[in-house]
C-alpha cells in the first residue's frame, strides 16, 4: 500500500441507530439457516458475528438489510419494525449499508462513479461533492478516475468502503470485508476501517472466521453456531468465561482431557474439578489453558509437593514473544501443550515439574457434535 494514501480529514458522522433481531428464524424448505436470533446492538456500536462457515452468518446480514424476508421474528431499526408479521421495508429505504467480501464493484465505472452510485438520490453536484470528500478521507483521490481493475487489493477495499458509507447509513453490515486481503494488509484496513466507523459512529455487524479479527474489531461478539446465537459478550467475557467448549476453543489456546462426572466433579490425572452443574454420568472435558501452565526445573523432590506433576519436555518451538512446549506428564494420555512467555530454559528431554493454575482451568459438558477431539478452528 502507497504510504502517502494515508486517510485524511474526517468522514462526516451518521445519525447511529440501535438494531434489535427479535426471535430472527430463516429457513429454506426444511433446513433452518437461522434459529430464534436474539441480538441487541446499540447505536454506535461494532459487533462481530463469529462462526464456522455455514451457520447462518450471511443470511443474518441479508434479513437485516432486507434482500431476503425472515421466516418469522422481526428486526427492528431505532424500534421501528422493517422485517417482520406487521411490515416489510425494502432495503433502499432501511439506511443500511452493505460491503460484501468481493467488493462488489462496478467494472465499467470509474472509482468516483462506484462511490457516487449510491446517493442518486441527490443533485449531481452534490452528488460528487460527497464522492470527492469520502475518496479524500479514504485516501484516494488521486485514483478517482481509475478503473476498480486498475486497483491494489487495498485500495478496491477502500472504494467499496467509501461507497457503503458516503450514504451515512445509520447501519453498517459487512460480509467478511478483509477475508480478499493479504495478511500484511488486513491489519492496515482493519485499523483505518475501525477509524472510519468509530468516526461516522454507524451502528456495524462485521462478519468474520477468524476470533483475532473479532477481538480487534469489535465492542463485542457474537458468536453463531448453526444457526444460533450460542453467546454474546466482550472479548474478555469470552475468553474468562466461556459458555461452552466450542467458544473456549475459539477464544483460548487449550489442553481438553476427556473425563466423567461423579458426585459434581471429574477426576483426571491433573487433580480433582468441581463440576456441579453437569449430571453424574455424564461425559465432560477438563480444558487446561496452554498459558496456565508452569514449568519448574525437577530438583530436590519438588515434583512430590501436592499439585506438582512430574513431566519431560518432548518438544519445544520459540516462536518470538513465547515458547510452545510438548511435554509428557505422568498419568496423562496426550502431551500437554504448554505456551511459556520469553525464551524457555528447558531444552529438549529437561525433567520438569508441572504446575497448573487452577483457577484458569474450565469444566464443559462434552460437546453434543461429538467433536471433542483437536481444538476446533473457524477457518
Ligand atoms: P460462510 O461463512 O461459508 O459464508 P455463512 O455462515 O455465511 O457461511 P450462510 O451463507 O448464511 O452461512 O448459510 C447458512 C445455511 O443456509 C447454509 O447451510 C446454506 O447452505 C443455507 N442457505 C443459505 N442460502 C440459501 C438459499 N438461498 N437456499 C438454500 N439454502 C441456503
Do not use: W
Amino acid at each position: 500500500m502507497d504510504p502517502s494514501s494515508g486517510m485524511r480529514a474526517r468522514a462526516a458522522a451518521t445519525f447511529a441507530a440501535s438494531l434489535k433481531l427479535e426471535n430472527v428464524t430463516r429457513t429454506y424448505g426444511e433446513a433452518a439457516a437461522l434459529t430464534g436470533i436474539n441480538l441487541e446492538i446499540a447505536p454506535g456500536e461494532i459487533i462481530c458475528l463469529l462462526g464456522p462457515s455455514g451457520c447462518g452468518k450471511t443470511t443474518l446480514l441479508r434479513v437485516i438489510s432486507g434482500i431476503e424476508r425472515p421466516t418469522s421474528g422481526r428486526v427492528l431499526i431505532n424500534d421501528s419494525e422493517v422485517a417482520g408479521p406487521n411490515r416489510f421495508v425494502p432495503p433502499e429505504n432501511r439506511s443500511v449499508g452493505l460491503m460484501f467480501q468481493d467488493f462488489a464493484l462496478f467494472p465499467h465505472l470509474s472509482v468516483i462513479e462506484n462511490v457516487a452510485f449510491g446517493l442518486k438520490s441527490l443533485p449531481s453536484v452534490e452528488r460528487t461533492k460527497a464522492a470527492r470528500a469520502i475518496l479524500e478521507r479514504v485516501g484516494l483521490t488521486a485514483f478517482a478516475n481509475a478503473y476498480p481493475s486498475t486497483l491494489s487489493g487495498g485500495q478496491q477495499q477502500r472504494v467499496a468502503l467509501a461507497r457503503a458509507i458516503v450514504p451515512r447509513p445509520a447501519v453498517m453490515l459487512m460480509d467478511e470485508p478483509f477475508s480478499g486481503l493479504d495478511v500484511q494488509l488486513r491489519d492496515t484496513m482493519q485499523e483505518e476501517t475501525l477509524a472510519l466507523l468509530r468516526e461516522t459512529r454507524a451502528t456495524s455487524l462485521i462478519v468474520t472466521h477468524h476470533p483475532e479479527e473479532a477481538m480487534r474489531l469489535s465492542d463485542r461478539i457474537a458468536v453463531l453456531r448453526d444457526g444460533r446465537v450460542v453467546q454474546v459478550g466482550t472479548t474478555q467475557n469470552l475468553y474468562e468465561a466461556p459458555a461452552s467448549l466450542f467458544v473456549a476453543r475459539l477464544f483460548s489456546e487449550i489442553n481438553e482431557m476427556p473425563a466423567r462426572v461423579s458426585g459434581g466433579q471429574i477426576s483426571t490425572a491433573a487433580g480433582v474439578f468441581p463440576a456441579p452443574d453437569l449430571p453424574d454420568g455424564s461425559s465432560a472435558v477438563l480444558c487446561i489453558r496452554e498459558r496456565a501452565i508452569t514449568l519448574e526445573a525437577a530438583k530436590n523432590g519438588n515434583g512430590t509437593a501436592p499439585g506438582a506433576l512430574l513431566g519431560r519436555v518432548q518438544d519445544l518451538k520459540f516462536l518470538g514473544d513465547i515458547t510452545r512446549l510438548d511435554v509428557a506428564v505422568q498419568g496423562f494420555d496426550h502431551l500437554l501443550k504448554v505456551r511459556s512467555p520469553g525464551i524457555n530454559p528447558f531444552p529438549k528431554g529437561s525433567e520438569v515439574v508441572v504446575k497448573i493454575e487452577r483457577e484458569a482451568v474450565l469444566v464443559f459438558q462434552a460437546d453434543a457434535n461429538g467433536d471433542n477431539g483437536e481444538n476446533n478452528r473457524l477457518s
